[in-house]
C-alpha cells in the first residue's frame, strides 16, 4: 500500500477524474475528504471509499470561498487529525452554459479563473500552515494539456490551465524547503460531461470539426494528435495521482505530467 493511513483532501472529489482519483488513493490505504459543492454525488463517492475499507467523510466546500477552503482543512484534522495530501481537482471549463456560446465572454474568464486558478490557491493557502508545522506534505494541481498550448476554442480555459502550470512551479519553490512536494498533473482527452462540451465548441469554431457530434469531434482527435490512439480515462489519471503523492516520488517536484498518450512530448 502506497498511501497507507495517510490523508488526502481531494476537492471537486464527488465525481470524474476527482472521484477516481480518491478511489485509487483509497485503494492505497489514504483516508479521504470529499470536499464538493454537490453534497448528494460526495456522499455516494464517499460511501464506496469506505466499502475499501479506509474512512471517508464530506465537506460541503465552494473553493471560490477562502473561509470555506479553511473550513475544509479544519474538518480534515478534525476528522482525521492531519492532512498529509491535497489534490486540486475543482474545475470548470466555463460560466454556466458558456459551451452554448460561440465565443468566450467576460464573464466565463472570470468564473473559470476564479474556480480553476483562485480556488487552487484557496486551497493551498488553507492545507500548508498546517503542511509547514508538519515538515511533510503534497500538493497536486490537475492542470490539462490546453495549458501546455493556446487553443482558440477555449481560450479562458486553457489560459487558467497555463496558470496552473505556472503556479505549480511558483509554489513548488516556495514550500520545498518545508518538504511538501508540488506537482500537477495534465490529463489529455478524457470522454467526460466536461469534453462533451469542449466537442460542441470545438464543432462550432474549428472548421476541421464543423457540424460533427462532439463524440466524433473527440475520436478525430484522438486519431490526429494522440500516438498511442486511445483515449485516457479518469483511472489513468488516478494512477499518476498515486504515484505523484507517494512518497515514491519524494524527489519529484515542480513538475507538470502529461497523461496523454503522448500527445505533447514536452
Ligand atoms: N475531462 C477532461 O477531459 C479533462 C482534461 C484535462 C483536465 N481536466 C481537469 O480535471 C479536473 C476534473 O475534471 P472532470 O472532467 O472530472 O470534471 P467534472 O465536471 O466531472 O467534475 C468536477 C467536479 O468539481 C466540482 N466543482 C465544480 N466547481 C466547484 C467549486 N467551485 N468548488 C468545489 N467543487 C467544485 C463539481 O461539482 C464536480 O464534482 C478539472 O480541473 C478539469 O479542468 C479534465
Redesign the pocket.
Known amino acids: 500500500m502506497l498511501l497507507s493511513d495517510r490523508v488526502a483532501i481531494v476537492?471537486?472529489?464527488?465525481?470524474?477524474?476527482?472521484?477516481?482519483i480518491g478511489l485509487k488513493m483509497a485503494e492505497q490505504g489514504a483516508n479521504i475528504l470529499v470536499?464538493?459543492?454537490?453534497n448528494d454525488?460526495?456522499e455516494r463517492t464517499a460511501e464506496e471509499m469506505r466499502s475499501l475499507g479506509v474512512k471517508a467523510e464530506v465537506q460541503v466546500?465552494?473553493?471560490?470561498e477562502s473561509a470555506?477552503t479553511e473550513a475544509m482543512a479544519a474538518a480534515a484534522l478534525k476528522h482525521f487529525g492531519r492532512i498529509d495530501i491535497l489534490v486540486?481537482?475543482?474545475?470548470?471549463?466555463g460560466a454556466p452554459g458558456w459551451y452554448t456560446r460561440p465565443a468566450s465572454t467576460e464573464e466565463d474568464w472570470k468564473f473559470t479563473n476564479?474556480?480553476?486558478v483562485i480556488?487552487s490557491v484557496n486551497a493551498a493557502n488553507a492545507v500548508t500552515p498546517y503542511m509547514r508545522k508538519a515538515r511533510y506534505g503534497k500538493i497536486l494541481n490537475?492542470?490539462?494539456?490546453?495549458g501546455r498550448e493556446g487553443r482558440p476554442s477555449l481560450p479562458h480555459?486553457s489560459a487558467s490551465?497555463s496558470a496552473i502550470i505556472s503556479y505549480t512551479q511558483s509554489l513548488a519553490g516556495e514550500l520545498a524547503p518545508d518538504n511538501i512536494n508540488v506537482n500537477a498533473i495534465?490529463?489529455?482527452?478524457?470522454?467526460?460531461?466536461?469534453?462533451e462540451q469542449?466537442g460542441g465548441r470545438y464543432a462550432q469554431n474549428d472548421p476541421q470539426y464543423a457540424g460533427l457530434p462532439p463524440r466524433e469531434v473527440f475520436e478525430k482527435m484522438i486519431a490526429a494528435r494522440i500516438p498511442m490512439q486511445q483515449e485516457?480515462t479518469?483511472e489513468d489519471?488516478g494512477d499518476a495521482a498515486v504515484f505523484l503523492c507517494s512518497d515514491y516520488a519524494t524527489n519529484v517536484t515542480g513538475q507538470a505530467l502529461n497523461v496523454d498518450g503522448g500527445f505533447f512530448m514536452r
Open positions: 476537492t471537486g472529489g464527488a465525481t470524474g477524474i476527482g472521484r477516481a470536499s464538493d459543492i454537490n454525488a460526495a466546500t465552494n473553493v471560490t470555506a486540486n481537482n475543482a474545475g470548470v471549463a476564479r474556480v480553476n480556488g490537475l492542470a490539462s494539456i490546453a480555459y490551465k495534465c490529463p489529455g482527452l478524457l470522454w467526460t460531461p466536461m469534453w469542449v485516457q479518469p489519471i
